[in-house]
């Protein structure tokens, strides 16, 4: 899940850029992982994310709205929930791996990216199962968002 409205991901800046001026770009920054996203879909494997976006959304997360084409087309499930349907929701980034392992993320007040937390308590991974499930039953698939 990510709750965030702006990321400072340095690796990103010159896509964000061009997008934001109109400008074409192959994002040369996200070629790893769509290849990565790719031979997991053919294996089998599925990758999702729900993302909490205040509206009107700030330029950086229409920018991610433009991006998640490309992951999508790669074979991730994303999905939108606007952040006054996300009451009860986490107001934190964390991955879920197979509904057992939660990575808690950390951001400095620059929301450059400190490193994740391994969460290891059950009765926590249970929450975040819980908190994932949640989200995705109310967010909106990135197609229909997007056509909005």
């Given at each position: 899940m ?6 400072d ?10 997008f ?8 040369p ?5 769509l ?39 790669a ?7 606007p ?7 986490p107001k ?9 392992k ?9 929301m450059?990216?400190?490193g ?10 249970i929450q975040y199962?819980?908190w ?6 109310h ?10």
């Open positions: 990510e709750t965030f409205d702006q990321y991901a340095t690796y990103e800046n010159e896509s964000l850029r061009k934001l001026a109109g400008e074409p770009d192959d994002l920054w996200m070629q790893s992982w290849s990565m996203l790719g031979e997991a879909a053919a294996e089998g494997r599925t990758f999702a994310r729900v993302r909490v976006v205040t509206t009107p959304l700030t330029d950086y997360s229409r920018f991610g709205v433009w991006c998640s084409q490309f992951t999508g087309g074979g991730e499930d994303i999905r939108y929930l952040r006054d349907q996300a009451e009860g929701l934190h980034d964390y991955w879920l791996f197979d509904s057992r939660v990575v808690r993320m950390h951001f400095d007040d620059g450059s990216f400190l994740g937390e391994v969460v290891d308590d059950p009765a926590e991974i199962n819980y994932r499930d949640a989200a995705r039953h967010a909106v698939r990135r197609e229909d968002f997007a056509a909005e």
